[in-house]
């Protein structure tokens, strides 16, 4: 897995190596390796975005919901259940044609109102305040959590935000 800062900054090759910070804030969360959501668990947080948000599912939304669904990493909650009542489908459709890309919600922010998305390219982006992408992959987005609480990066001075759409250019 990766560890990383915004930007690409840090960019591990070997994705399957977690980055040691990292896995000791997961393990404190209660993760462990090969740890598996009960399918029925899973499957009630797969209706919850399809029903509410029109989400389509996908294969790493399964995968990281199995993995890391129901802790509370930091100030972050990973469920869809309460992050997709954050918004509406409307809303929803209109972030997935921002970022041009299909996503599915993977938590929220406790006693905020950052939302947090996967895409099916696996990147992560966060709708709240403002809108930014948070990395190339949920393992990066986990390390760029840890970095951004030990001071190393100011999660919205130093996150690229989503560009704005042209007028008139077709997406």
């Not at 598996?36 to 939304?61: K, T, Y």
């Not at 393992?139 to 130093?158: C, D, M, P, S």
Request: charged letters at 25%; aromatic letters at 14%.
């Amino acid at each position: 897995m990766v560890s990383g800062v915004f930007g690409g900054v840090g960019k591990a090759a070997n994705k399957k190596v977690m980055d040691s910070e990292v896995e000791v804030e997961l393990r404190q969360a209660g993760w462990f390796p090969n740890r598996r959501v009960s399918d029925e668990q899973v499957n009630e947080w797969l209706r919850m975005g399809v029903r509410n948000l029109g989400c389509r599912i996908f294969p790493e939304a399964v995968r990281v919901l199995r993995e890391y669904g129901g802790l509370t990493f930091g100030d972050l909650h990973f469920t869809p259940a309460e992050s997709e009542e954050r918004g509406d489908h409307f809303q929803w459709l209109y972030w997935e044609w921002r970022t041009k890309e299909v996503l599915f919600p993977i938590g929220y922010e406790l006693g905020g109102v950052f939302t947090f998305a996967l895409s099916t390219s696996g990147k992560i982006y966060g709708s709240g305040t403002a809108e930014i992408f948070c990395g190339d992959s949920f393992e990066e987005f986990l390390a760029n959590l840890v970095a951004h609480r030990k001071g190393r990066i100011n999660w919205i001075e130093n996150t690229p935000l989503i560009l704005q759409p042209q007028l008139g250019h077709e997406y």
